[in-house]
């Protein structure tokens, strides 16, 4: 087992989000792409030459106090094997001193990697500490508690749409909905239950107190939901977030997706005060490309095998809709 400890002059909260956010897990490890739920996957390019791409899962996540992973990476030449998920990292933060003690666990690292993943681990912890620490000379473009200081809001959108925080009542549409081929195709986490919803909902609940992400539900007129919308990977101090979505089959072809993202986006660039909304989809999903370009998010590239769906790695499309633009 590899073991090191270090001390930070921040509060566990501060460094917990170095953890579980991607802007900020690019500081100190490399480019990142991770959903820090139970079972989320999560992706990083170390910065270091060869630069292996790193896999894992998470496995555990107790708030600002400890977090669970697995971890390998994927095939690179001249790198020894560790296939992704192979080997866990467990985290721990404990407030001392006036900022946190971390301390980081590595097993079933195999014999001949040890020592040049020990050292690794070494200069990446030094890395975070610098990262965490670093003061912006700018203010942040949305002060930390605007989000968590008020009740996650309902959004109203075109034509009767209703956008809001979900239910417990809504857990047998939400995990029906995970049914459908046409989810299931681009959508890769999938929950196995209701009781399982319901652990998501209550993450999600989670998410908007820690300033983490916000979810909601798409209702109609009727009260009925219709599909999903989020934001997710928060960034603060940019001002930028992610949006993602997906429409119940029987409410497909009508513009709900548009509407709500366009809803969404709205409210999050205006009085929220973020600055850009990203939104990343599979160069194969035409439909939600001509979502994201309705709602005026311009087509800025392609991200080349930037993520796996059930039949391998797909390119995906980036767009991005900016404030006042």
Known sequence: MIERTIQIDAPPETVWR????????????????????????LRFQLTEPPRP????RFVELRPYEKIVFTFGWEPTPGVPDLPPGSSQVEVTLSARAGGTLLTLRHTNVPPNLVANTSTGWAGFLDTLKSAVTFKLTTLPAISAGTLAGTPQPVLS??????LRPWEATDAAVFYTAYRDPGIQRWHTRQPVSEDQVREWFDQYRQDWAHEKGAHWAVTGSDGAVLGRIALRGLDLDDGVAECAYWVLPAARGVGVASRALTALS????????????????????QASCRVATKSGFLL?????SAAIHSDGRHDMHLHARIRDE
Do not use: C, I
């Open 157 to 162: 959108a075109t034509g009767g749409l209703l």
């Open 266 to 285: 709205v409210w999050a660039l205006g009085e929220t005060g973020f600055h850009r909304l990203e939104l990343v989809h599979s160069t194969r999903n």
């Open 300 to 304: 800025e590239g392609t991200k080349r």
């Open 53 to 56: 791409v790193v896999r894992g």
């Open 18 to 41: 170095f953890f579980t956010d991607p802007a900020r897990m690019a500081r100190w490890l490399g480019p990142a792409d991770l959903d820090p739920t139970p079972g989320g996957e």
